[in-house]
């Protein structure tokens, strides 16, 4: 049984910084952090695969989120600067063992285990 579980979502005004935390209990091909705003669809924020660490970003991120991993603790972070107020939405925390390419995954929107999520707002 796999288990994620993230933390560290918080109400912080625009412009602020927050990291997030997922802890996991098994690593996996593709690892990552999606997001889901009320009425939107869920959308894939950055991707990490541990053997070579390769990372992928949503365009709406790159520049402003950093993902990475602490293999030693099973920790896997998203460091989130310069937030805005359509970076407010519920995080969730997803590995997959089947890894078609980071990017699509991201894309493709799904995963074989979730986290049960962290909310982050951001106030303008």
């Known amino acids: 049984q796999v288990q994620l579980e993230e933390s560290g979502g918080a109400s912080v005004q625009a412009g602020g910084s927050l990291t997030l935390s997922c802890v996991y209990t098994?690593?996996?091909?593709?690892m990552g952090w999606f997001r889901q705003a009320p009425g939107k669809e869920r959308e894939g924020v950055a991707a990490i695969t541990p053997i070579t660490t390769a990372t992928e970003y949503a365009d709406s991120v790159k520049g402003r989120f950093a993902i990475s991993q602490d293999n030693a603790e099973l920790t896997l972070y998203l460091q989130m600067h310069s937030l805005k107020p359509e970076d407010t939405a519920m995080y969730y925390c997803a590995v997959d063992r089947s890894c078609p390419g980071l990017r699509q995954w991201l894309l493709r929107g799904t995963s074989e285990f979730w986290g049960q999520g962290t909310q982050v707002t951001v106030s303008s």
């Open positions: 098994a690593s996996f091909k593709c």
